[in-house]
């Protein structure tokens, strides 16, 4: 048989290869209205629970930044079942391989444990108390605004850095009325001080059926669905949090550029400079897909040419991402200060080449990269329930690996040129560079 033959230079897609076991292939329950994403994975030994509760930063108030995430701080310290923080400690060595977390996103707090399938009632009962009927006593609230204090002193305890903060977020996210809560879930120092537990009270109100989400992967069986179940059932009920604002215009930032010492905002001074190039846009403007296309072949190029080319770099990053709000574009690199202006030169000669078309065999050759490097993986159980979680996050669906390639192939690189020519313009972009102070005045 006469194989046929491809030229050279031929233009084809990469096939995608059905994947033979999908670990993102959840399936999806609604119990009393509270979506329940399960995957059972047939090499798991426990079970990995994921409690999302629908309340995060983006929901603390004005001058209360920081109630969501004192919230889960003060949810460890006691409740009907488990009553202060050491006893909480044993119930999770004792039934959840010590493996009780939390955390709080700008869009979410979510509760985090892995147990044993026998130990399922047990553990899933201390996780309903401790979630869902916390004591939150005078000294318990007292506690935490230390712990917090200790837990982000970096910033809450670093006058200059906050007031940059401030600055920076206002500049780059004018148009985004969050953007006070947008910096980090912790709040500020001043705002921490104030929490008083009536807020948390309120607050916890947010802790409802209508507010949860379950994952649960891992060993996933009847009996453990059941038990979840049973736990739904015991919820309050309350108001579903409304859907998030998505701003419909986001203007380019105020100011252009910045260049500023590591002192002068709040930082330990270094001899290495920072260059960053960001871009804020409205959710609308691009789909994942042309996103992830960018930042894969930028980068790639950029980290060739700035330090195979030049050795002016360790390491270059590209970041060009949805989240529920809006679309971050964020390009950065750390050189010595006197490669600075080279370095610049070199990211704006790069999107230039992109935007002629120069880099389309370089897309095709990542695209063969991604695919393959997908069905090289090898996935963990906790990985795969924490992808899950990020997804669900930022308000996407999960997707399945091959929902992940089929869109890898299908990302257009005449898209990537078309939003690259209108969304990263020079004039349009915010500028951050950060300098020794001994450069000071010498690089602008
Ligand atoms: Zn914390």
């Not at 880099?359 to 990269?369: F, L, Q, V």
Request: positive net charge; aromatic residues 10%; hydrophobic residues 35%.
């Amino acid at each position: 048989m006469i194989k046929k033959e491809q030229k050279p230079g031929q233009k084809t897609s990469p096939k995608i290869p059905k994947v033979a076991f999908d670990p993102y292939d959840y399936k999806k329950q609604t119990y009393r209205g509270v979506d329940i994403y399960i995957r059972p994975l047939p090499w798991a030994n426990c079970t990995f629970l994921k409690w999302m509760i629908s309340h995060g930063a983006q929901d603390d108030k004005i001058e209360l930044e920081g109630t969501a995430h004192f919230l889960e701080h003060v949810v460890f310290d006691g409740n009907d079942l488990y009553g202060d923080r050491k006893t909480i400690d044993l119930f999770s060595k004792e039934y959840l391989l010590d493996s009780l977390n939390a955390h709080t996103r700008f869009t979410d707090t979510c509760y985090v444990c892995k147990f044993l399938p026998q130990k399922a009632g047990p553990a899933l009962d201390g996780m309903y108390h401790l979630i869902f009927k916390p004591l939150m006593r005078d000294e318990d609230v007292e506690h935490e605004r230390k712990v917090i204090t200790q837990e982000g002193w970096d910033y809450l305890l670093n006058d200059k850095y906050v007031a940059y903060l401030k600055a920076w977020s206002n500049n780059l996210y004018a148009d985004i009325p969050e953007k006070s809560r947008m910096a980090s879930p912790l709040g500020w120092i001043d705002t921490v001080a104030k929490v008083s537990k009536k807020d948390l009270r309120f607050a916890h109100k947010n802790y409802t059926r209508e507010n949860s989400i379950i994952i649960l992967t891992g060993v996933v069986n009847e009996s453990i669905i059941r038990e979840i179940k049973k736990k739904i059932d015991l919820l309050p009920s309350g108001k579903k949090r409304p859907s998030l604002k998505i701003p419909s215009k986001i203007n380019i930032p105020k100011e252009k550029r910045w260049t500023k010492t590591y002192t002068e905002i709040g930082r330990t001074d270094t001899k290495q400079a920072v260059l960053e190039i960001d871009r804020v846009l409205e959710v609308k403007r691009a789909d994942e897909d042309t996103l992830g296309l960018i930042s894969i072949i930028l980068r790639e190029i950029l980290f060739r040419r700035l330090r195979h080319d030049n050795s002016w770099c360790y390491g270059v990053g590209v970041n060009f991402f949805k989240n529920p709000k809006y679309i971050s574009q964020n390009i950065w690199v750390k050189v010595a200060p006197e490669n600075l202006k080279d370095a610049e030169n070199i990211i704006w000669d790069t999107i230039d080449r992109f935007i002629k078309g120069e880099y389309k065999e370089d897309c095709e050759r990542e695209r063969k990269i991604i695919i393959d490097r997908t069905l090289a993986s090898e996935f963990l159980s906790g990985d795969i329930a924490e992808t899950a979680e990020r997804e669900i996050a930022s308000g996407k669906n999960i997707r399945k690996l091959n929902e992940y390639l089929e869109g890898v192939v299908k990302a257009d690189y005449d898209k990537a040129v078309k939003h690259l020519s209108l969304y990263f313009k020079k004039e349009d972009v915010f500028t951050e560079i950060t300098i020794p102070e001994e450069f000071k005045g010498k690089v602008k």
